[in-house]
């Protein structure tokens, strides 16, 4: 039962230009949301969090959206650099201990 | 300072070995945690910490044997593991583990069993 999904494995945009990253959850004990970053052979890194009694929040050029009653997480990143090119990984916890719950992964490619 | 340390990097070791994968954080978190990452997949979670006391163990095979020996420290020790065990391990630490928080994870050994 995948309770975090990202039903995009691969997403290619052009430099400059928005990504929109998207994930999906099941459970709606759920009430705080992640999206961290992996290059290949390195250990995830925290982007940005939101938690359940928020619906926005922003860090820079990411923005993440929360839509409670669609159960649905987006992140943004405008504008787009060839650098932000990673595994990007959503993730979900809930007030029962410490464990989040990650989705599959989306690798995001910015193109010059 | 956000920054989890795990070391070896990279190990290689043959189904017989003992080994221990190491990390250290010292921004005085009280939870921390051991994931495991195959190529192409999400990180798996294995053991929870929390205040130095194993919290959770998703039935993880007794090859492999958490140690807490303090706060700042988490070791993972490893004895006749399977070929299928070669992985990315991540440890991960956080404020607490009883209530939702951002974890932080360390760049992970890449291990190798023949």
């Given at each position: 039962d995948q309770q975090v999904k990202q039903n995009s494995p691969s997403l290619s945009v052009q430099e400059g230009r928005i990504s929109i990253l998207n994930c999906d959850y099941t459970n709606s004990m759920f009430d705080y949301f992640l999206w961290y970053k992996k290059y290949p052979a390195e250990g995830p890194t925290f982007l940005i969090s939101i938690s359940s009694i928020k619906d926005k929040n922003e860090d820079g050029r990411f923005t993440v959206f929360l839509n409670k009653s669609a159960k649905h997480l987006s992140l943004h990143i405008v504008p787009s650099q060839p650098g932000d090119s990673a595994v990007y990984f959503c993730a979900a916890g809930h007030n029962q201990g410490g464990k989040l719950i990650f989705g599959q992964g989306t690798e995001l490619s910015v193109k010059p | 300072d956000t920054e989890v340390t795990q070391t070896p990097k990279h190990l290689v070791m043959g189904m017989t070995n003992k080994k221990s994968l190491k990390c250290e954080q010292h921004m005085g978190h009280r939870a921390m945690y051991w994931y495991k990452q195959k190529a192409k997949k999400p990180p798996e979670l294995m053991f929870v910490y929390s205040y130095e006391k194993l919290?959770?163990?998703?039935?993880?095979?007794?090859?492999f044997s958490p140690e807490c020996p303090n706060s700042s420290l988490l070791n993972l020790h490893l004895h006749a593991?399977?070929?299928?065990?070669s992985a990315l391990y991540l440890c991960a630490s956080s404020q607490d583990a009883g209530s939702p928080d951002t974890q932080y994870f360390g760049p992970g050994t890449r291990l190798t069993v023949l």
């Open positions: - | 919290s959770i163990n998703e039935s993880v095979p007794s090859r593991l399977q070929p299928e065990d």
